[in-house]
């Protein structure tokens, strides 16, 4: 089930620092894109999303770059803090079904 | 709202015996995904319900894994029998599906977590 991969596995980053995030897919049905944060003890949470129309979506510190002719697209965290450590996960849907495929997700570690 | 509420948070069984994981989705909302999340595998979808009926289950590993939602605020998951490589944390998550924003929202709960000895 594995159709969404997703690196690296785990990321280390200072704080003021830029975490990228990048994950990749195949099937051509999908036409949502979100990124997922989970801390630890808790569930995930939708933290930003993009549909493939367009090719860049900011909401604060938080970027999602696609690049659709690659099947690819990226979490970009700015001026990373020691708050935002976490496990993101990228997340693709199928058109015309409701349901999320998730990729293995990356262990962020920000130091301050 | 409390969000979505899962039972227990921690269970530890012996190998063979059945396991009951529990959830109860957002008032309102009309689909209901189990995922289990594993350090190999990620999040995996197992099964998910729109309006109390089963849609998808092909990602239940073996007839050993059984959902259920017998109307709109409960869900069961169960593993009968249970078996060491079935330790992982369940979540179960809600939504509204597409209906309202054009984008599929999950509310996840706080997941369970099966350790089987």
């Known amino acids: 089930q594995q159709q969404v991969k997703q690196s690296p596995q785990s990321l280390i980053v200072q704080k003021g620092g830029i975490s990228i995030i990048n994950c990749a897919y195949e099937?051509?049905?999908?036409?949502?894109f979100p990124w997922y944060q989970q801390f630890p003890g808790k569930g995930p949470a939708l933290l930003i999303a993009?549909?493939?129309?367009?090719s860049e979506k900011k909401e604060g510190r938080f970027t999602i770059s696609f690049n659709k002719s690659a099947k690819q697209f990226s979490l970009h965290i700015m001026d990373s803090q020691p708050g935002d450590s976490a496990t993101y996960f990228c997340?693709?849907?199928?058109?015309?079904?409701?349901?999320?495929?998730f990729g293995a997700g990356t262990r962020l570690a920000v130091h301050p | 709202d409390a969000g979505v509420i899962q039972s227990p948070r921690h269970e530890v069984t012996e190998m063979g015996q059945e396991v009951t994981l529990r959830c109860k989705p957002i008032?309102?909302?009309?689909?209901l995904f189990w995922y289990r999340q594993t350090m190999m595998r990620g999040l995996e979808l197992l099964i998910y319900?729109?309006?109390?009926?089963?849609?998808?289950d092909s990602g239940m590993p073996e007839d050993r894994f059984s959902a259920k939602m017998p109307n709109a605020s409960f869900s069961t998951l169960k593993i009968q029998p249970s078996e060491p490589r079935d330790s992982a944390v369940y979540f179960c998550?809600?939504?509204?599906?597409?209906?309202?924003?054009?984008?599929?929202?999950?509310?996840f709960g706080a997941g369970s977590r099966l350790t089987v000895l």
């Open positions: 008032s309102g909302h009309d689909y």
């Open positions: 319900f729109n309006n109390n009926v089963p849609i998808d």
């Open positions: 998550a809600s939504s509204l599906g597409r209906y309202l924003s054009g984008a599929n929202v999950l509310t």
């Open positions: 099937n051509t049905a999908f036409d949502y």
């Open positions: 997340a693709a849907q199928p058109g015309g079904y409701n349901k999320l495929i």
């Open positions: 993009i549909r493939p129309d367009v």
